[in-house]
Each structure stands twice: as structure tokens, then as C-alpha cells.
């Protein structure tokens, strides 16, 4: 069963600009809006919009993380934890991720360097992140008010991407060589990920926010931050346990591994 209620707390990572801050902007705006959102920033200089916007929404809670920096993670689950209590938190958005479209990013020219950067950011991150907030989620299902396995009760979504699919890989006309390895990683990461958190109660899900037009995405970009997020709120509420694991495009479709 889909759950529109939505989530009280969520957690989003890389919120400072592109897909992230229009995330929390959307939920902000919600008839019925979480609690608490709160929303990382790497630079506070990067971060401008982000603090703006928070002065007029005091549900809006800016943290600074690295996401590669894996000792600050503990004062992180300890700032949050002393802003929700028991309510935990129910929805954990990884979307904080590093592109790699440029020179250095084919097969030929990539070094090594930039490949553990990226898988480091984009695949090592989300799945030490997710492990050190399986306390609040865990707290987030027992408080939450919808269905479980929904993201209202206890939810995990990996931003990824379709250019990380193996299946439907045929070019590399795209370049992203360490990006489009690090996004299949990740979907890997997901499906194990969601098979233990399952039997925590906690709904894991992989998903493709399209071709946005964000730093990243470039202007040619088939959809804008507000479209893109505007369909992929659209698909969380849609969400079961059904989708643990499973790799779902922004408009609720089923991408192949």
C-alpha cells in the first residue's frame, strides 16, 4: 500500500544546490510538511540560498558534512538526534554525489585518483551513512504514521543515475567513466543494503532523477530541478515494500540493472 502521508523528519545530503535544494523546497511547500528537514551543506560559501531559505522555514535545519569524511558522522547522528528525539527520522535521501564528465573521465585517460575520489563520494558514502543512521530510522518507523515499508515510516532512497545501468549500457559516448562505475556500485550497494534493512523495518530504494538541468546535468538537460522533483515526490509516496532494492526511474518505472 502507497503512503501520501508524509515523512515527519528527513535527512537529505548535497541539499545546498541542484536536485537536493529543490527537494527540500517541495517538501517544504507540501499541505502537510515534515517536521524537520535537514539538509547538508559541504562549503557554507556554496550554501547562501540554502541559509536564506531556512531564516523563512524553521523546519529547515542546514548541517554541514563532507560525506566522505566518515569520522563527523557521529556528530552528525548526535546534532540530529537531540532535534528529533524519539520521533528518529523516517526518510534518509543519499543525493550528496561528485560528476565526472570532463577531461580525465574515459577509460583511456582516467586516473586512478579520480576514480577512488568519486566511487569514494558516490558509493563508499551512502552505504557508511545509511549504516550510522539506522538508529533514527529505526526510531523513525516505530513514531511514523503510515504504512511500513513506505517513505512516511522508515525509508532509505539512493540517488542514482541510468547511466549506471549495465544492462542497458551499449556507448561511452556519455564519458563519466568513474561517475557511470560508481552509480552501478551504488546500485549494487542498494540491493544488499535493502535486504538486511528490510528486517529492520526500513525500505531501500535506488532512483533516477532523470536528465536534470543542474550543475552536473548541463542546460540541455531534458527536465528542470522543479519538474524533476516534482515527479520523484510523485513515485516516493508510491513506494512499497515491494520496491526494496529495486532501481525506479523519477516517474515510478522500473530501470534494469
Not at 532535534?83 to 574515459?106: C, E, H, K, Q, T
Not at 532512497?157 to 556519455?174: F, K, M, P, Q, Y
Not at 563519466?176 to 529492520?200: H, T, V
Not at 510523485?234 to 515510478?252: C, E, H, P
Request: hydrophobic share 40%; charged share 20%.
Amino acid at each position: 500500500m502507497c503512503s501520501t502521508t508524509p515523512p515527519q523528519t528527513v535527512f537529505i545530503t548535497g541539499a545546498n544546490r541542484g536536485i537536493g535544494f529543490e527537494l527540500v523546497k517541495q517538501l517544504s511547500k507540501l499541505r502537510d510538511p515534515p517536521k524537520s528537514i535537514f539538509a547538508t551543506y559541504r562549503d557554507k560559501g556554496g550554501a547562501k540560498e540554502l541559509f536564506e531559505f531556512a531564516k523563512c522555514n524553521e523546519s529547515v535545519h542546514p548541517i554541514q558534512l563532507d560525506v566522505r569524511e566518515t569520522d563527523t558522522y557521529a556528530k552528525v547522528v548526535n546534532e540530529v538526534a537531540s532535534v528529533v528525539g524519539d520521533r528518529g527520522v523516517n526518510l534518509l535521501i543519499n543525493n550528496a554525489a561528485i560528476g565526472n564528465f570532463g577531461p580525465g573521465s574515459v577509460f583511456e585517460d582516467t586516473p586512478k585518483e579520480k576514480l577512488l575520489e568519486v566511487f569514494e563520494s558516490n558509493t563508499v558514502a551512502p552505504v557508511m551513512f545509511t549504516r550510522a543512521f539506522i538508529p533514527l530510522l529505526e526510531k523513525g518507523h516505530g513514531s511514523g504514521n503510515g504504512e511500513p515499508f513506505t517513505w512516511s515510516r522508515a525509508c532509505v532512497l539512493n540517488i542514482s543515475s541510468i547511466v549506471g545501468s549495465i544492462a542497458i549500457t551499449d556507448s561511452t559516448a556519455l564519458l563519466g567513466f568513474p561517475y557511470r562505475i560508481s552509480k552501478a556500485a551504488l546500485n549494487m550497494a542498494n540491493k544488499l543494503m535493502s535486504i538486511d534493512l528490510k528486517k529492520r523495518n526500513i525500505l531501500a530504494v535506488a532512483i533516477h532523477p532523470g536528465w536534470v538541468q543542474t550543475d552536473m546535468g548541463g542546460p540541455n538537460a531534458r527536465l528542470s530541478k522543479q519538474q524533476s522533483v516534482s515527479s520523484l515526490l510523485s513515485t516516493f509516496q508510491k513506494l512499497t515494500a515491494d520496491d526494496a532494492g529495486a532501481f525506479v526511474s523519477y516517474d515510478g518505472t522500473n530501470i534494469e540493472f
